[in-house]
Structures are given as C-alpha cells and as structure tokens.
C-alpha cells in the first residue's frame, strides 16, 4: 500500500501546538484527492480519490494514516463527494451513472464500510450532487439543476418533499449545515464571483458573507457553531480561511504557496484538517485552530 502514516501519539503531540503552527501530514494519498470529510465520532477521514483504476471513488483513512480503503471498489462508475451520518454510520454521496461519456448524476447511501448500497434520490435528467445530511438527521441539503441551474434544495431525511431554498440565475452550491441545523451556509455566484452566503434553513435571510473578486467557495461550519472555514485564491494560490459566521475576521490559516483546498473539522472543532499539494503530492493535513469562546 502507498501509505505513509504517523503513530497516534504523534498526532496527539502535533494537535498541542498553536493555532497557526505549520500543519502536519497524517496521511501521503498518491494520486488527485478531494471533497474532504471528518467522521463525526473523529475516527477516520472520508474523501474523493481521481484517476484509480480510471475512475473518482468513494475512499476512507483512518486519522493517523492508516487503512487506506476504497468503499466501492467493484462499482462501474465513478462516485464522489461523500458525506457522513451524524452517527458516522452512514455515507451519503454522488453516484454518476455515466451514459457513454455523458454524467447522470444521483443520490445514494451507503453503511460506512461501502455496504448495503441504497438510491436515495434517482436522476430524472437534473444533477444531483453536494448531499449533506443535517446534524440533527432530520434533513439532506443538496445542489440540483432541477430548475436549470445549480440551486440548494432540501429534503426529509428519506428522499420526500424536496423544496428549493435558492432560485437565482447563478449558481449557488456546496451547502454546509450550522451545528443547530438552523441555517445554511453556500457557495454562490449571484455577485459576479463565487462568494459565501449564509441563509436560514427555510431559505430566508440570503446574505452575503465574502466580498472579494476572486473566487471563495467550499464553506464548512465548525461543529461548535463558532466559525466557517473556506477555501479562497484571493492571495495568487487556493488558501484555507476562517471566518466568524456573521463574515467578519476573515483570516488565511494555510499560508503556504502550495495549493490548500477541502476543509473539514474535526468534531471537537479543536483542529482542522484540509488537502494540500505542498509537499509535492497530495496529503491530509491537520492543524490545531484555537477558536474564542461565545459572547454572552
């Protein structure tokens, strides 16, 4: 296996350090990685891995860097961009029933060991992709071009009454849940550039969250609710960024000229991990990110 993995002692002693410490690779992943995802019991990291045995899938590591797995390994067609259960039981993602070379795109479920593989959300000639379940399991956020752009819909947690939450000419995509399930976070080009807005989770209160010409997307919600993390090439290179939820403290915590992209929190919100290239391949790195206590 080409792995190469550190010892969880390790990782424990590089999660002590300061907030802007250099990150630290867990995990050497040969190969076009993306659309990164921490278990919520912390256990293991999902992601999309291109190009092995010619086609995207669905793969797992540990979080030390060990076991690498790829969960559908006798699937015909591509799959990506997987999320977690609340329980981490369960991974919801895209699977793209190709036609020729033409992408079909649907939603299916899985168990988190690649078995028991469920279509949830059939294409009907729309895209369906960027399924998220909600925190408290109670709904799925997705992006559907079911009314002829990308636009955030949602749904009860077994496929039924789906319902749009945006309805603009751009795109607007990549939702990410608040901690309470109160509100959506998302990727949206409705400015001229793709930016990140914030809306309630019955699609009221659209706001604009970054303002700057170049491109933010990829929003993640810390699971204690106190920041979103994003990734930004507003420096010349894809950076990662914090933010309070309200927009404002926008900081680069990557800062590194190698590309830095796919977020994700750990449960505790006390690190953050992210894909990056500046080694030379691509790894996972983790960080330790110090986050200030709530105001009264």
């Known amino acids: 296996m080409h792995l190469r993995h550190i010892s969880v002692m390790a990782l424990m002693a590089m999660c002590s350090g300061s907030a802007l410490a250099q990150p630290t690779r867990v995990a050497k992943v040969p190969g076009f990685i993306q659309h990164l995802q921490w278990s919520p019991d912390g256990k293991k990291f999902l992601f999309t891995r291109g190009n092995f045995g010619g086609k995207m899938g669905l793969w797992t590591v540990n979080v030390d860097g060990a076991e690498l797995t790829q969960l559908l390994p006798k699937a015909p067609v591509p799959q990506f961009d997987g999320h977690w259960s609340a329980d981490s039981k369960r991974i919801i993602f895209v699977y793209d029933i190709l036609q020729g070379t033409d992408g079909k795109l649907q939603i299916d479920i899985i168990n988190a060991d690649g078995t028991g593989q469920k279509n949830l959300l059939p294409h009907k000639n729309f895209f369906e992709e960027s399924p998220r379940f909600s925190p408290d399991g109670k709904k799925i956020a997705w992006t559907s071009t079911r009314n002829k752009n990308q636009d955030i819909w949602v749904m009860d947690i077994d496929g039924k009454n789906p319902k749009a939450l945006t309805n603009d000419l751009a795109i607007d995509n990549s ?62 290179n894809y950076e990662i960024y914090l933010m309070n939820p309200d927009g404002s403290a926008q900081t680069n915590i990557s800062r590194h000229p190698g590309n830095d992209n796919w977020a994700t929190w750990s449960p505790d919100s006390k690190r953050l991990a992210w894909i990056s290239n500046r080694d030379g391949e691509y790894g996972i790195y983790v960080i330790n990110v110090k986050t200030p206590p709530r105001p009264k």
């Open 175 to 236: 939702p990410t849940w608040s901690p309470d399930a109160k509100q959506l976070a998302f990727t949206s080009a409705r400015a001229g550039n793709l930016d990140i807005w914030v809306m309630n989770a019955d699609g009221s209160g659209q706001k604009r969250l970054t303002d700057n010409p170049t491109m933010d997307y990829w929003p993640v919600w810390s699971p204690d609710g106190k920041k979103i993390a994003f990734t930004s090439n507003r420096d010349g």
